[in-house]
């Protein structure tokens, strides 16, 4: 790592290298901006030897292609990773299903499931090979001034570095969010996520499954080797409850949670990996900007895992703040003034409270049991549709009309030398 105790100046600085952040940072030096990265811990070398890991996530094609042009995905693609084609979606006791298929849509398939270790580490390693970052790690930000050029940081190692723009990655209890004093709301469900990697009977068909129960949904992810990974939402009580119990026990209940599936998969699961549980909040930022800084992903926000977007928004957030920067920088305009940065902050914001408060609603709606009726009626609308299908997929891609143009087919060199043809994926964020 680099000296840790000299001061320098630099166009942007990200602090926190987790996926985020990390995919950002390669971004932006690609786009020829001089980037530092703070980050607390480095990655740990994936070693694929170990079992799968209990953090997983559900990447869109879109994100795939944001990680690709962060010269992540192809070192992803050498690792352990499934990519699937089918999602099921049950109410409980399939009163009522909604299905999707990736060749319906003209779809290779409908995302990639990766260990968020294994991503993490592929983009620390893209970044320790490319010109244009510097990374400061171990380090922590301890104080943030500001200055007429821009911000001025204070590190634990006693070093500071300055920057036209700050962007801060830092995760879900964002220090960089606190001392830029943005405050955000927050809905706590008195839920938890219980997590762990499950054997069934048949192996997964690689299938995303997932089944609203009355306590939350319970979903499987299919992993490359037929195991699934699940995600079960719970009141905290009961969370704790199934964490702790005898794995014996933990079986027959999960068993019990997928049961009914007449014919289809999963069919009673058999042994299962370690249980952890995490708790689940919706939060989101009042603003996500303030003078010549950003926020970037779970530092901006976080939502319910139940559509499984959190990494995708932060990614197209990554995306976003670069085609916004790019864009400036050739309209012949300051990158850091106020007006390009709420640019940024206005469009992903509204894309965040869009995925936030449709999850809330949802959750809404598959909890209580009294409007089951309503639920059925809603997925029945929705099964028979082939546009509220189609409109659901392309979020759920990250590629509908109001993403990012790198999820939707762009390149880094397209936003950087554009076209007409690119001018028309660039839509107008004003
Ligand atoms: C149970 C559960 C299941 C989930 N499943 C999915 C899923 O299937 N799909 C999906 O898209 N999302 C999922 N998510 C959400 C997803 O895990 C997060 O959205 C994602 O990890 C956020 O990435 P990030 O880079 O913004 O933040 P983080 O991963 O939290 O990274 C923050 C980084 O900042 C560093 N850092 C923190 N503080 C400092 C500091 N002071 N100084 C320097 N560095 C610092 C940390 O070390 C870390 O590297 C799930 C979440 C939960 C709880």
Redesign the pocket.
Known sequence: MKDQRASRRFDCVV????????AAASLLARSGFSVAV????E?APFDATRPVGL?????SPG?ADILSEAGAWRQIERQRHSAYRRMRVEDRDEHAVLEFDAAEFGLEHLGT?VE?DLV?WSLWQSLLAMGGVELFCP???LEISSDRNGRSLRMASGSTLECSLLVG????????RTMLGIDQDYWEYGQY?L?SVVESETPNPGVAWQRFLEGGPL?F?PLSDGTSSI?WSLPEAEARRLAEIEEDSFLAELSDAVAGSEGHWPDRVVSCGPRAI???TMRLSKTYMARRSVL????AH??H?LA???????LLDAAGLVEVLIGARQDGLDFTDDRVLEKYARWRRSEAEVMARGMHGIRGLFVPEELGPLRRLGMGLVAGSWTAKEAFIRRATGRNRNAPALARGSSLTDLLHPTTDTQKRVRNHT
């Open positions: 602090v926190g290298a987790g996926m985020v952040g990390a703070i980050e607390q811990a990655p953090r997983v996530s559900a990447f994100s499931i968020n993490q380090d922590e930000v990655a830092d995760g879900i209890n964002s220090g960089i996520g997590v979903a992810l995600v995490f708790p689940l970037i992903g779970d530092a976080a939502v895992p499984g977007q959190g990494v995708n928004l932060g």
